[in-house]
C-alpha cells in the first residue's frame, strides 16, 4: 500500500474531488435516515449506533476502498442545525459559503502563529478584524474561539492593565463564563448585581460601584443566553464613566444586531465599551469557531506580548516580517478569519442584515403563536430571537420531560431556561430557511408530548 495522498500541494485537488462526493453523498443519506433534527433513542441508542459503525476505532490494517470510506463518512448520529426543528442553542445552521472557505482553509492548513506559515491568511486577519472591530465602534480585534474565550481575554487584559486586585462586577443574568475567568485568574470573588428583570439594573450597579473598593471590570450582556435580553448599555456606560471604571460588553449574541438597519439601535451604547465579545457562529451564520473580541485602546494589547525567537525573533520582527504571536494566547491557530471574510465580501452588510431581520421576525412570529394558543403562556415578547414559552398549568417536571421526550424521539430540539422562578422551553430560532408552518408543527409536537 502506497502512501496516502495529501489534501494540498499539486495532486491534492485530485485527491479530494472523489473523498467530497463521498462526504457529500453520505451527508444527504444521513439526512433522509435521520428524519429529523436528532436522531433517535437517546443517548444510550446514538452511542451504540456510534460504536458500531466505527467498529475497531485503531485496528491494524486500514479499509481504504471506497465503500468503507462511504461507511466511515456516513454520520451516525449528529443533530442537523438547519433542520427548523433544531432550535434549542446559539447554534446556528452555517452558510454553504461559509463552510465551503472552511474546507479552503483546512485543506492549505496554515497556522496563525508565524507570517510564514500564514503570509495571505495574516493580512486578510488584519483587514476583518480591523473592519469589524469599526462596526462596534473600536480600533482592532482579536479572532478567538467564541465568547467563553473572548470574555476570559477581556478580563486578562483588564487584569494586566488594572492589576490584580481587579473586581469583576457582572449582572446576576452574565454569561457563566465570565465568573470562571475571574476565578481562572485569581482574581477576588466578583461582585454579582441584581437583573430583576433579566437585565442588569443600572441603580444597583452604581451602588455596588460606589460601595465595593476597586478597581472595577463592569461586564454588561447584549443577547443574553437564556432569553436574548440586552442590558441597559447606555444607563450601563453613563454610570461606569461617572466612576472612571472599564467597561465589556459580552454580545457574542446580540452583536449580529450591528449588521440590521432596523435592529442596530438596540446596541446604543456599545460604542462606549472598552472591549466587546462577538460571535460570527450565531448571528453570522458561520462554522464554529468564529468569535472575536473587540478592543478601543490597542495599547491593551500589549498584554499578550511575547517572544519566541523560532516564531517572532526580534531581528525579523526589525525586517518587516509581522508579528502574529501577540495576536492571541493560542499558538497554532486556524485560519478562521477566512470564512468570515468571504461570508462578509458575498454577502454585504446588507444580505447579513436580511438574515438578521428574518430570524428575530420568525422570533415575533413563533411569540405570537404562543400568544393566540390557549394552551401556552409566553415569557415575553422577544427581544431578538430567542422565545420563552411553555405549555399552561404544567409543572416544571412536566415541562423538563416533554423536552426530554422530544430528545429521545429526535422530533425536535428545545432548549430551557429558568426565569421569574419557572421553567421555560427555550426556542433559538437562527435557521432564516424556518417557515410559518414549522413554527406551528413545533407547538403542536410539545402539545401533544406535554405530560398531563
Request: aromatic content about 2%.
Amino acid at each position: 500500500m502506497g502512501l496516502p495522498p495529501l489534501a494540498s500541494g499539486p495532486h491534492g485537488t485530485d485527491a479530494l474531488r472523489p473523498l467530497l462526493d463521498t462526504v457529500l453523498d453520505a451527508l444527504r443519506t444521513g439526512t433522509a435516515a435521520r428524519g429529523g433534527p436528532l436522531p433517535a433513542g437517546g443517548p444510550d441508542a446514538v452511542a451504540a449506533r456510534v460504536a458500531d459503525a466505527a467498529g475497531d476505532i485503531l485496528p491494524d490494517r486500514g479499509d481504504p476502498d471506497a465503500r468503507g470510506a462511504r461507511a466511515r463518512a456516513r454520520p451516525p448520529g449528529p443533530a442537523d442545525p438547519a433542520h427548523p426543528l433544531c432550535a434549542a442553542h446559539l447554534h446556528a445552521p452555517p452558510l454553504a459559503v461559509a463552510a465551503a472557505a472552511d474546507l479552503a482553509a483546512s485543506v492549505l492548513n496554515p497556522s496563525l502563529d508565524s507570517w510564514d506559515q500564514a503570509p495571505a491568511a495574516s493580512a486578510l486577519e488584519a483587514l476583518v478584524t480591523r473592519a469589524l472591530a469599526r462596526e462596534a465602534g473600536a480600533a482592532d480585534a482579536l479572532v478567538t474561539t467564541g465568547g467563553t474565550e473572548s470574555n476570559q481575554l477581556a478580563v486578562l487584559l483588564a487584569r494586566e492593565r488594572h492589576g490584580a486586585h481587579l473586581r469583576l462586577v457582572h449582572g446576576e443574568n452574565a454569561h457563566h463564563s465570565l465568573p470562571r475567568a475571574a476565578r481562572l485568574l485569581g482574581l477576588p470573588d466578583p461582585v454579582v448585581v441584581p437583573a430583576p428583570a433579566g437585565t442588569l439594573d443600572p441603580a444597583a450597579l452604581d451602588e455596588a460601584l460606589t460601595q465595593v473598593p476597586g478597581p472595577h471590570l463592569v461586564a454588561a450582556t447584549a443577547g443574553t443566553t437564556d432569553a436574548g435580553l440586552i442590558d441597559p448599555l447606555p444607563e450601563i456606560a453613563g454610570r461606569c464613566a461617572a466612576h472612571g471604571v472599564r467597561l465589556h460588553v459580552d454580545a457574542a449574541y446580540g452583536a449580529g444586531l450591528l449588521f440590521s438597519d432596523r435592529h442596530r439601535p438596540r446596541l446604543a451604547g456599545l460604542e462606549a465599551a472598552d472591549t466587546v465579545a462577538l460571535d460570527l457562529h450565531k448571528l453570522g451564520w458561520q462554522p464554529i469557531p468564529a468569535g472575536l473580541l473587540t478592543v478601543t485602546d490597542t495599547d491593551d494589547l500589549a498584554a499578550l506580548h511575547h517572544r519566541a525567537d523560532y516564531l517572532n525573533a526580534d531581528d525579523d520582527t526589525d525586517a518587516g516580517l509581522p508579528d502574529l504571536l501577540h495576536r492571541s494566547p493560542r499558538t497554532s491557530r486556524r485560519p478562521d478569519v477566512l470564512k468570515a471574510a468571504v461570508t462578509l465580501k458575498t454577502l454585504g452588510r446588507t444580505g447579513l442584515g436580511a438574515l438578521v431581520d428574518t430570524v428575530c421576525s420568525l422570533a415575533r412570529d413563533f411569540a405570537g403563536l404562543v400568544e393566540e394558543h390557549p394552551g401556552f403562556v409566553l415569557h415575553a415578547a422577544p427581544t431578538i430571537s430567542t422565545v420563552l414559552f411553555r405549555p399552561a398549568d404544567a409543572t416544571d417536571d412536566a415541562v423538563a420531560a416533554v423536552r426530554r421526550t422530544l430528545l429521545a424521539t429526535g422530533r425536535a430540539v428545545l432548549g430551557r431556561a429558568r426565569a421569574d422562578g419557572r421553567l421555560w422551553l427555550k426556542a433559538t430560532l437562527l435557521n432564516p430557511h424556518t417557515r410559518p408552518e414549522d413554527l406551528a408543527a413545533l407547538l403542536t409536537l410539545v402539545e401533544g408530548h406535554t405530560p398531563r
